[in-house]
Each structure stands twice: as C-alpha cells, then as structure tokens.
C-alpha cells in the first residue's frame, strides 16, 4: 500500500490476468536515489546502527527486569518506556541499511535518512528527562536503596551516551538523488 504522501510517485496500470480480471499494479515512476557514501561505508554504518541499537535495546529493558525504587517514579519510569518508539524507528532503520540496496525511491531514502534523526532526538530527549529524574529523586528521597536503582541509572546514561553516538553518525547514510 502506497501512502498519500509518496502517491505522486507511482502511476497505477492495469493489466489482466489468466481469469479475465483487472489486475491493478503500482509503478514507481519518481526520482531515485542513492547513498552519498560508498558500500563498505553503508556496510560499516549499517553494523555501527545494528550494534548500538542492539546495545540500546538492552540498557532498555534491562532495568525493567530488577527491582528498583526508581521505577516507581513517573519523572523518571515515564520518559524510559516512551523510548519505545524511537528505539523501534531505530531498529527499522538498521535493518533497512541493511536489506535495501540502491537505488532507493523516495520513501527508502525518506526512511532511512529521516528517521534516524528524528528517532535519535527523542531518544536524547527521553533519556536526558530521565537522568535529570535521579538528582530530583535523590532530593526527594534521600538516597538510592536497591542495587537495582544504580543500574536502572546506568542504562539511561548508557541510552542517552549512544543516542548521541548515534545523532553523530547519521550523516554514513545521507542519500541524494541519482536522476529519474
């Protein structure tokens, strides 16, 4: 299914099958486009977005796994569990690095240059809230009980240190356009 915002790019043509009936086929007729770096530079960042999502799916859901009197805090447990998105976007970009090959249409390379930005800003921004959430919990409280309080902040450190890692490298998959 094609959305309304890539529509434009394709032409609709119909054609029968063996049975007689209209058979309607979506043709891209858009501009293509291609990675700015070579192959082993989008294979490399390709590897670089798989590990530091993979890291970051781990510093997620590791602290949701431990006991931990933080988690019961909204200013902070609030911002960790909205990463979900951003770190699903992530996910879908490193996998697109590494099942499309160019040349890409429009929507390829809006996904892939796109998204990786816009899903590494929530994350700085979630988790940044979050680790801002442990000073104000620390003022309230006193001090950190469980062991599981000092890890819960260590993966949101972990989060906000690769989300900026990651924002650094997004320019390894900027795509422009090749031609019609």
């Not at 796994?65 to 569990?81: D, E």
């Not at 249409?105 to 892939?112: K, P």
């Not at 919990?137 to 989300?163: K, N, Q, R, T």
Request: net charge positive; proline share 5%; aromatic share 14%.
């Amino acid at each position: 299914m094609i959305s309304k915002k890539y529509a434009n790019d394709y032409k609709i043509e119909y054609a029968e099958n063996a049975t007689g009936k209209l058979k309607a086929k979506a043709i891209y007729t858009g501009n293509y486009f291609t990675y700015i770096a070579t192959g082993s530079k989008i294979k490399s960042a390709a590897l670089l977005f798989s590990v530091l999502t993979a890291i970051s799916w781990i510093a997620y859901i590791l602290p949701l796994f431990v006991i931990s009197n933080v988690a019961h805090s909204g200013y902070i447990i609030i911002p960790h569990v909205s990463l979900f998105i951003p770190l699903i976007y992530l996910s879908a970009v490193a996998v697109d690095l590494w099942m499309t090959k160019p040349p890409l249409t429009r929507e390829q390379s809006d996904h892939i240059s796109l998204r990786a930005p816009k899903a590494t800003t929530f994350m700085i921004l979630f988790s940044s809230i979050a680790v801002v959430g442990f000073p104000v919990y620390l003022a309230i409280h006193g001090s950190l009980f469980p062991p599981g309080d000092y890890l819960f902040f260590v993966c949101e450190v972990l989060i906000l240190i690769l989300s900026c890692l990651i924002f650094r490298k997004k320019d390894l998959i900027a795509t422009c356009v090749i031609g019609s």
